[in-house]
């Protein structure tokens, strides 16, 4: 089975970590099916997006302010209601999207964003305005990216008479109902649709994941779809697994890494199709590398001797050394991307625009957070986790030169044997990927 997590920077396999990777199994995401839109009248909602709304029939009969969707996708969420008489009163229906942390780009991007996509249209068709966490401009570009104006953007307390709330995802951990909209939505902004591809891969995800108001939901594989060998994903997909993983001593993984399930271990499909590999084959041809820079925390320190190494890869014809410089170029970049090199970082979350056959080599600092390892779970993209002996959250990262680059080949050698696995197929096999 091929892993979504690959070893790395550390030798031995860590029961800890598995066991953070499963952690949250049990918890029970309201995105697991089909995601749905509250409407909730007379409502307010605080700065990080829990809704409150009058509930008459208490005690002594009398009405009282109560929580009545939490934030974050978690149902168990502790949290006070909202002081209505300190909140802006608007008059126009209001949609919620916003979360804990969701001002940053990482956050917004797959936490929020996914939120506001399955209640688009009703946005659109009431003229409602969209309360986020904050109203800064890269949130502004993502409103004028949907067709939304950023003057519809509200923050801080709010109440209205009538709020659209829909169905939170888990802060930190996006499940894949929430991100594949994502995808959709990111090759169109980028313009990677126009991918033969793609647009195979597109038509297939909306036969599979049925939509309701611009947002895909969880199905199940058809019964008549034949397994692979080992009786877990459709033939040809990639089954997803954490087989075997070495992120560092287990002493890494503290608290703030904990209760992430970045890979289930459990063969996962994320998209189901007969002859999925038909639909995310690159073409052959020279592999092109992105290195996303940082030029604060967890700057990579030894960049420029990284990059001299990789540009001398026999498979690698192009490498990038790119800065985030805005939603739709970001997006570009990552659509255009084989192989993504990265600190780990808010500009990772970019990875939803990526094609689906890309490998993601992550350098962790410690603590581990293993955030983006879920996302490429869900995606179906494979995770390389390295975790360099020189990396902290808040100082620099020095990249482990020679182990950076066995994995950028490794993915290298991956991405051509799949082209190639593709280019044997027949006409008329290729002919069912698009059907």
């Not at 999207?97 to 969701?102: K, Y």
């Not at 040809?236 to 904990?258: D, E, I, K, N, R």
């Not at 020189?390 to 082209?419: C, N, Q, W, Y």
């Amino acid at each position: 089975m091929a892993g979504a997590i690959a070893s790395g920077g550390s030798s031995g396999l860590h029961a800890v970590l598995l066991s953070t990777l499963h952690e949250r199994q049990a918890r029970v995401s309201p995105w697991s099916e089909r995601p749905m839109v509250a409407v909730v009248r007379d409502a307010a909602v605080s700065e990080d997006g829990v809704v409150s709304a009058p509930v008459s029939g208490g005690r002594w009969g009398n009405s009282a302010e109560t929580v009545v969707l939490p934030s974050c996708g978690t149902p168990g969420l502790v949290a006070k209601p909202v002081r209505r008489a300190q909140c802006a009163a608007h008059n126009a229906p209001v949609v919620v999207i916003a979360q804990p942390m969701g001002y940053g780009p990482a956050h917004f991007l797959a936490e929020c964003l996914p939120r506001l996509l399955m209640a688009l249209s009703a946005a659109r068709r009431e003229g409602a305005l969209v309360h986020v966490t904050q109203a800064n401009p890269m949130v502004s570009a993502a409103m004028d990216a949907v067709g939304l104006r950023p003057d519809r953007l509200v923050s801080g307390c709010v109440r209205a008479p009538r709020m659209l709330v829909p169905d939170g995802t888990f802060c930190g951990n996006p499940p894949a109902s929430a991100l594949l909209p994502m995808r959709r939505w990111a090759w169109s902004l980028s313009g990677a649709c126009k991918d033969p591809a793609r647009q195979d891969l597109l038509q297939a995800a909306s036969r599979l994941l049925p939509e309701q108001d611009g947002v895909s939901a969880s199905a199940a594989p058809d019964a008549s779809w034949s397994a692979d060998a080992e009786g877990a994903c459709p033939a040809g997909l990639l089954s997803l697994g954490a087989a075997a993983a070495a992120l560092g001593p287990a002493g890494a993984v503290s608290a703030w890494g904990s209760g992430r399930d970045a890979v289930q271990q459990a063969a996962t499909c994320v998209l189901a199709h007969p002859q999925a590999v038909g639909l995310v084959a690159p073409a052959p041809g020279p592999i092109r590398v992105l290195f996303v820079r940082r030029s604060g925390s967890r700057r990579v320190e030894n960049e420029g001797e990284l990059l001299e190494a990789l540009s001398h890869l026999e498979d690698v014809g192009q490498v990038t050394a790119f800065s985030p410089a805005g939603l739709q170029r970001d997006l570009e970049a990552f659509a255009a991307a084989d192989v993504v090199l990265a600190p780990h970082g808010a500009g990772l979350a970019n990875i939803v625009g990526c094609p689906p056959w890309a490998h993601v080599v992550e350098l962790l600092a410690r603590p581990v957070n293993i955030m983006y390892g879920s996302m490429c779970a869900r995606l179906g993209l494979k995770w390389h986790a390295l975790t360099p002996a020189v990396a902290s959250h808040s100082g620099v990262i020095k990249a482990e030169v020679g182990l950076v680059v066995d994995r950028v080949r490794e993915a290298s050698k991956a991405i051509r044997d799949l082209a190639k696995r593709f280019a044997s197929f027949s006409s008329s096999q290729r002919a069912v990927c698009a059907a």
